[in-house]
């Protein structure tokens, strides 16, 4: 399984044009998390900003292909995917 990181803003039109709700994007995180599932992979977690319409989502995966299936399944635009390694204070020492 690898980690990818996944960008969304307003302004690059990937994220809702109106306003978000906290409730509203729970619901498009937990449709998120379910066709991340049916691709094997899952949502590990995400910082968002719903004022700004901004989101970085982290989420678990072979392979980029299937994040990206993933968005296309609910058909939520992204801007990147990016694969990342994940560094500890641990990894430090």
Do not use: W
Request: with cysteine.
């Amino acid at each position: 399984m690898k980690y990818f990181i996944d960008t969304h803003d307003r302004t690059k039109n990937s994220f809702p044009a109106e306003e978000v709700s906290q409730e509203q994007f729970l619901a498009i995180y937990s449709g998120m998390d379910e066709a991340l599932l049916s691709e094997g992979g899952f949502v590990t977690g995400a910082h968002v900003n719903l004022a700004e319409g901004k989101a970085f989502c982290l989420t678990a995966a072979a392979d980029e292909a299937a994040v990206a299936a993933a968005h296309e399944k609910i058909r939520l635009p992204y801007d990147s995917i990016t694969q990342v390694h994940r560094v500890t204070g641990m990894d430090l020492r």
